[in-house]
């Protein structure tokens, strides 16, 4: 059983020691093995964790630790420094589309089965010292952004007061070409130049490519800023951490924040027909999840290969769908005293704060201190979900068999 450490002033090709430390978590994410310790130590980590290695069980499982007492950050962002001015207030930058990868989130809308207010927002975003800046649509509406005194609940339609009136001025829009993705930005009385100034290029920060990658422990970390893309019930849902339909992951003691959609997604994988129903409205949608269902059934999905997961003691806000997904992959799960403060922060999504879907009887027992401005949803198909204690009242909704 190895410990392997990861600080910022290792490199890659050292043997992973506490004195010869490798850079990245990722590559020590190659290495690893059942019953291995991965301590990552103090600092800002800009990567996508791919996990290569499973666990075996619960007693060799492979962890992914922050050094007791260092604050360790993994995020889905870069740093853009070479702001050019525009006009007063107004700046902008150019980015090499290959800065991005195969995956550039300012070309990506947010679509897909039951998005039903979308508002044409992109998967990617820009924060200025920690802040998430609200997209704009039009050069022109960046140009003139002024504050936004007031919201219209999409599903009441009542009006009220905008909560973060202050921060609705500041805005960005994206003009995307071949080669280059030009980034404008609206931000009034702030300097760029001397600002922390990121922008979301990653999908996820920690979730493996493949199925599988069981036994899984994540801990003591921030993640942040993923440009996660919308994770209805019929597709694959992924998140900014999550196991991709495996098996036993514990994931504990995070704060996780400003995921584009869903910081936690325990769903499913890609199964066939993913968005049938926002791609061809031939049949409802639900139909298609029934559809679904079957489908993974056939390709065995049980409580032998996926579930029973733990999510405990995280803090999770400012996520633009929710902060744990969950169809399928879920079932048997813990999902005990975490935290979720706020959701839905400058997008105008539909959002939950908890979505989980064909469960099994997930224990649910305590959330500390949620507040929420939107729906607590809790949709299950197989199984009601046990909530013994809330501290506020919310409308949980179930349907299905029982």
């Known amino acids: 059983m190895a410990i392997y450490h ?35 130590h103090q600092g800002v980590y800009r990567e996508w964790v791919d996990p290569k290695n499973a666990g075996l069980n619960d007693r060799q499982r492979i962890t992914y630790q922050a050094v007791a007492g260092d604050h360790v950050v993994l995020k889905g962002s870069e740093v853009v420094k070479d702001w050019q001015p525009v006009t007063k207030g107004i700046w902008k ?12 989130p300012f070309a990506v809308k947010l679509d897909g089965d039951w ?5 044409d927002c992109h998967a ?4 200025v010292n920690h802040h998430s800046f609200y997209e704009a649509h039009s050069y022109e509406e960046m140009a003139t952004a002024d504050e936004r005194k007031t ?65 899984v422990t994540l801990s003591g970390f921030e993640i942040c800023q993923a ?30 924040h400003d995921a584009k959609c869903c910081a936690i997604s325990i769903g499913c994988p890609k199964l066939g027909d993913d968005n049938a129903y926002d ?31 733990e999510i405990t003691h995280n803090t999770i ?53 949620i507040k929420l401005t939107t729906v607590f949803w809790a949709p299950g198909s197989i199984g009601k979900p046990r909530v013994p204690k809330l501290i506020e009242t919310y409308i949980i909704t179930t349907y299905g068999i029982y």
């Open 6 to 40: 990861v600080a910022k002033n290792g490199t890659d090709d050292n043997v992973g020691t506490e004195n010869q430390p490798f850079l990245t978590i990722n590559h020590a994410a190659q290495i690893a093995l059942p019953g291995d310790t991965v301590m990552v």
């Open 124 to 127: 990617g975003d820009l924060y």
């Open 317 to 369: 806000y400012n996520c633009g769908q929710c902060a744990i997904v969950g169809n399928m992959g879920c079932i048997f799960s813990r999902i005990v005293d975490n935290r979720i403060l706020k959701s839905e922060p400058n997008m105008n999504l539909v959002a939950g704060k908890l979505q989980l879907l064909n469960f099994m009887h997930p224990l649910i027992p305590r959330f500390l201190r």
């Open 227 to 256: 440009a996660t893309p919308w994770a209805p019930p019929t597709t694959e849902q992924i998140g900014m951490v999550g196991p991709h339909w495996a098996k036993g992951w514990q994931i504990k003691d995070n704060e996780l």
């Open 151 to 215: 919201v219209t609940d999409y599903v009441t339609g009542i009006r009220s007061a905008d909560r973060h009136a202050a921060q609705t001025k500041y805005r960005w829009f994206a003009e995307v070409s071949d080669q280059t993705t030009t980034i404008y930005a609206n931000f009034h009385e702030l300097d760029p130049k001397q600002a922390l100034v990121e922008i979301s290029v990653r999908k996820c920060c920690f979730y493996p490519r493949h199925t599988g990658i069981n036994y």
């Open 279 to 309: 791609q061809r409205h031939d049949k409802p949608g639900y139909q298609y999840q029934l559809e679904r269902i079957f489908n993974a059934s056939r390709r065995g999905w049980s409580a032998d290969t996926v579930g029973t997961h």
């Open 93 to 104: 930058t150019v980015v090499d589309n290959k800065r991005f990868g195969d995956y550039n």
């Open 115 to 119: 998005l039903e207010q979308g508002n």
